[in-house]
């Protein structure tokens, strides 16, 4: 046999394996910013293995980068069909407060923390979903259950500061607000309150 058609062989092989798409280049391409090639390449990844839960999620998370949350809710939602996992219920919960549906997240988060109740990631966002309903005391209780975890979370206090404030409970959020001037005079919770609560 010729040393040629081997030779041809071999570098039509490398040629194939060169242009080949790989879950490198989509990481690449988010870095730059280029969410729409990210995806694509993802989705030739996913059309080569089908079953791979990994390509669905970051699929989702693509879409969710382009700003297409219904879509990015989907593949959230399709991932957990496959395999039920915090990465795809996160997913679901940023969506759905992304497309200002403050209800469904909060319920999403409050069903997590029912098995998660230290998740500080599933308090936060449920805080949010509150204060954006204006639903100021029950965010506190949320932030309040953060600050209760991590004591030395300074923004989280600052948020709580906020929102106890906003909720009515002037006496905790003087509390609160004189912790968090002793360990952050410089946040910016402090100094929009210093004239309401430094007294």
Same mark, same amino acid.
């Given at each position: %046999?010729?040393?040629?058609?081997l030779?041809?062989?071999? $570098?039509? /092989?490398?040629?194939?394996?060169?242009?080949?798409?790989?879950?490198?280049?989509? &990481?690449?391409?988010?870095?730059?910013?280029? &969410?729409?090639?990210?995806?694509? #390449?993802?989705?030739?990844?996913?059309?080569?293995?089908?079953?791979?839960?990994?390509y669905?999620?970051? %699929?989702?998370?693509?879409?969710?980068?382009l700003?297409? &949350?219904n879509?990015?809710?989907?593949?959230y939602?399709q991932?957990?069909?496959?395999?039920d996992h915090?990465?795809?219920?996160?997913?679901? #919960?940023? /969506?759905?407060?992304a497309?200002?549906?403050? +209800?469904?997240?909060?319920?999403?988060?409050?069903?997590?923390?029912?098995?998660?109740?230290?998740?500080? $990631?599933?308090?936060?966002?449920?805080?949010?979903a509150?204060?954006?309903?204006?639903?100021?005391q029950?965010?506190?209780?949320?932030?309040?259950? #953060?600050?209760a975890? &991590?004591?030395?979370?300074? +923004?989280?206090r600052?948020?709580?500061?906020?929102n106890l404030?906003?909720?009515g409970? #002037?006496?905790?959020?003087?509390?609160?607000?004189? $912790?968090?001037?002793?360990?952050?005079?410089q946040?910016? %919770?402090?100094?929009?309150?210093?004239s309401?609560?430094?007294?």
């Amino acid at each position: %046999m010729s040393k040629y058609p081997l030779i041809l062989i071999i $570098i039509l /092989c490398s040629t194939w394996l060169l242009s080949a798409a790989n879950i490198q280049d989509s &990481y690449l391409a988010e870095a730059r910013g280029d &969410y729409q090639s990210a995806l694509t #390449i993802s989705q030739e990844l996913s059309r080569q293995d089908t079953d791979e839960v990994f390509y669905t999620i970051r %699929m989702a998370w693509l879409r969710y980068l382009l700003g297409q &949350y219904n879509e990015a809710k989907t593949l959230y939602q399709q991932s957990l069909a496959k395999l039920d996992h915090a990465d795809a219920h996160l997913g679901i #919960i940023n /969506c759905h407060l992304a497309l200002g549906e403050w +209800d469904q997240a909060r319920s999403r988060a409050d069903q997590l923390l029912k098995s998660e109740p230290r998740n500080s $990631i599933l308090l936060s966002k449920a805080a949010y979903a509150a204060y954006m309903k204006q639903d100021y005391q029950v965010a506190a209780e949320y932030f309040s259950r #953060i600050v209760a975890l &991590y004591p030395w979370d300074l +923004d989280n206090r600052g948020y709580l500061v906020n929102n106890l404030y906003l909720s009515g409970n #002037i006496p905790e959020a003087k509390k609160q607000y004189q $912790i968090l001037k002793k360990y952050a005079p410089q946040s910016q %919770m402090v100094i929009d309150y210093k004239s309401i609560l430094d007294n």
